[in-house]
C-alpha cells in the first residue's frame, strides 16, 4: 500500500502507512485530510481510528503497528503514551536527533529560502535523568481517593498518575509517589495545584503552589518531608515574588560553568536551561563560535541571570546583558560580582518593543551581538542589532520558526550570512527543537 492510502477494515479501523511526523511528534497519515496519530513513526504501516476531528485535521488512536519502523525501540517508562511529558521514547536517540536536524533544515528553506555553509554536529546530553526544570500538576481525585503528582496527560487535560518519572533530574526522578502520599495528608490537599522543581548542583528545590494557607500541621509534615530527602521546600500563595521559605537548607542555590571557572546563583522559580550538562556544551558552543578576545565588546539581548555574559566575560574585553525581567537582572548583577567579573553590566529593558535608539547601552559599539530570545523569537530588536553592525551574531533559539523568520530578516533585510547552524538536544524524547546559529555581520 502507497503512503498515503487508506484501507477502511472491519469495526471502523483504518490501515496507513505514516508518512511524516508533527511538530508534537504524533505520526501524519494523508488520504487528502491529514490524521495525527500518537505512537506511529515515519514509514510504519498502522491500524488505527480516527477520535477527533479538526478544521483542517482528524486525530487518531493507534490501534496496532503492522510493520514497524527500523528506529522503534521499547519506552523506558511505564507511563509512556499516557503521560504527556514524553513524545518520543519510542523512538531510537539517534533517529530523534536526525529528525530535528531535518525539520531545523527544513523550516530555514522553507520559510527563511536559507541554506546555512556549515552544518555543526548537534549538542547531546544524557537522555534520561535530564530534566532539572519542571512543573508537575497535583490533584486530589476524589473517586480514588488519592493525590496525582505529573505531567499533564497527553491529548487529555488531567495529571498522569505516575509512580516515578525516567526524565526528571535524579533524585526527584523517584518522588512523585512519595510527594502524592505528603499531599494527600495535608489538610490543604484541594488547594495545592502545582509544585515546581528546580534541581541545583548543590540541592533540590521544590515550590508548593497553595490558595490556601498550610495549617501547622501541614507545615510540619512539609518539614518532615524535606529532612526526610534533603529537600528544600517553599510554598507561594500568589505570584513569584510571593515565595517563602519554610523547610530545608537556606542557601541560594547554584548550577556551574566549570569550563569558565563561573557558578551562577538562581531562585526556585528562574528560568534556567532545561538540562544542565547540554546547557555547558551550548554555552561553551556559543564562546567557540563567537571567538572573543579582549578586543571584543558582546552585546547579549535576552540575558537572563548570566548564563551566555558572564561565561563570555572570560575572555572578552567587554560584556553588557539586557533583560526584561528586573528580578533576573539583579541576580545576573550579583552572579557577576560573586564570579569577580567587573567587565560584565546589565540592564533592564523591554525586548518584546522597539527600542529607543537614544538608549544609553544602545549607544555603545558592539563586536558581537548573542540572542537568546523566547519562543516568539526576537523581530523587535533585530533593526538595533543591523544597525549595530556586529562582526558576529550568536543566535540560540527555542522555535524553528521564529528563528527561520528572524534569520531571514537578517539576511535578506540587513546583509548578515548564515555561516553555520545545528540542533541543540535539550528535551530529549521531545520533538522539542532547540538550535544555535552562527550569522556574520554585513562588514
Not at 311 to 336: D, I, K, M, P, Y
Not at 394 to 404: D, E, F, N, Q, R
Not at 409 to 414: I, M, P, R
Amino acid at each position: 500500500m502507497s503512503a498515503g492510502e487508506l484501507a477502511r477494515s472491519a469495526g471502523g479501523a483504518e490501515v496507513a502507512t505514516v508518512v511524516a511526523l508533527t511538530r508534537e511528534g504524533e505520526g501524519i497519515v494523508r488520504d487528502g485530510r491529514a490524521v495525527f496519530i500518537p505512537g506511529a513513526l515515519p514509514g510504519e504501516r498502522v491500524r488505527f481510528e480516527r477520535v477527533r476531528r479538526r478544521r483542517r485535521h482528524d486525530h487518531g488512536r493507534l490501534l496496532a503497528v503492522l510493520e514497524s519502523a527500523p528506529a522503534r525501540v521499547t519506552p523506558r517508562c511505564a507511563h509512556f503514551g499516557v503521560c504527556g511529558g514524553c513524545a518520543l521514547q519510542h523512538l531510537a536517540p539517534e533517529a530523534q536527533l536526525a529528525l530535528k536536524e531535518l525539520e531545523l533544515r527544513e523550516t530555514l528553506e522553507r520559510v527563511a529560502h536559507l541554506k546555512c555553509r556549515q552544518w555543526l554536529a548537534p549538542i547531546r546530553g544524557p537522555a534520561w535523568a535530564y530534566r532539572r526544570r519542571a512543573r508537575l500538576g497535583v490533584k486530589y481525585v476524589q473517586k480514588k481517593g488519592k493525590v496525582v503528582v505529573g505531567f499533564r496527560e497527553r491529548m487529555a487535560p488531567y495529571v498522569a498518575d505516575v509512580s516515578r518519572c525516567e526524565v526528571l533530574a535524579a533524585p526527584v526522578g523517584e518522588w512523585p509517589a512519595p510527594l502524592a502520599e505528603l499531599i494527600g495528608a495535608l489538610d490543604i490537599r484541594l488547594k495545592v495545584p502545582q509544585i515546581e522543581v528546580a534541581v541545583a548542583d548543590d540541592g533540590v528545590a521544590l515550590v508548593f503552589r497553595v490558595l490556601a494557607a498550610p495549617s501547622p500541621a501541614d507545615l510540619g509534615r512539609l518539614r518532615q518531608f524535606a529532612a526526610a530527602h534533603g529537600a528544600r521546600i517553599f510554598l507561594q500563595p500568589a505570584g513569584p515574588q510571593s515565595l517563602e521559605a519554610r523547610a530545608g537548607p537556606s542557601e541560594p542555590l547554584h548550577y556551574g560553568l566549570p569550563q569558565f571557572g563561573v557558578t551562577l546563583e538562581f531562585a526556585p522559580t528562574d528560568f534556567v536551561q532545561i538540562n544542565g550538562e547540554v546547557n555547558r556544551a551550548l554555552v561553551g558552543r556559543a564562546v567557540e563560535l563567537l571567538e572573543p578576545t579582549p578586543a571584543s565588546s558582546i552585546l547579549d539581548l535576552y540575558c537572563g541571570l548570566g548564563n551566555f555574559s558572564l561565561a563570555l566575560a572570560r575572555s572578552a574585553g567587554r560584556v553588557v546583558g539586557v533583560e526584561g525581567e528586573a528580578a533576573l537582572v539583579e541576580r545576573a548583577r550579583h552572579n557577576s560580582r560573586r564570579n569577580g567579573l567587573g567587565n560584565a553590566e546589565f540592564h533592564v529593558a523591554d525586548l518584546s518593543r522597539p527600542i529607543d535608539p537614544q538608549t544609553s547601552w544602545v549607544r555603545e559599539t558592539y563586536t558581537h551581538v548573542v540572542l537568546d530570545p523566547p519562543r516568539l523569537g526576537a523581530r523587535e530588536v533585530l533593526g538595533t542589532v543591523a544597525r549595530l553592525g556586529p562582526q558576529r551574531l550568536v543566535y540560540i533559539s527555542c522555535h524553528p520558526g521564529s528563528l527561520a523568520r528572524d534569520l531571514g530578516a537578517l539576511v535578506h533585510e540587513h546583509g548578515f550570512t548564515l555561516e553555520a547552524a545545528g540542533v541543540v538536544d535539550m528535551f530529549a524524547h521531545t520533538a522539542h527543537v532547540e538550535s544555535i546559529a552562527l550569522l556574520s555581520g554585513p562588514g
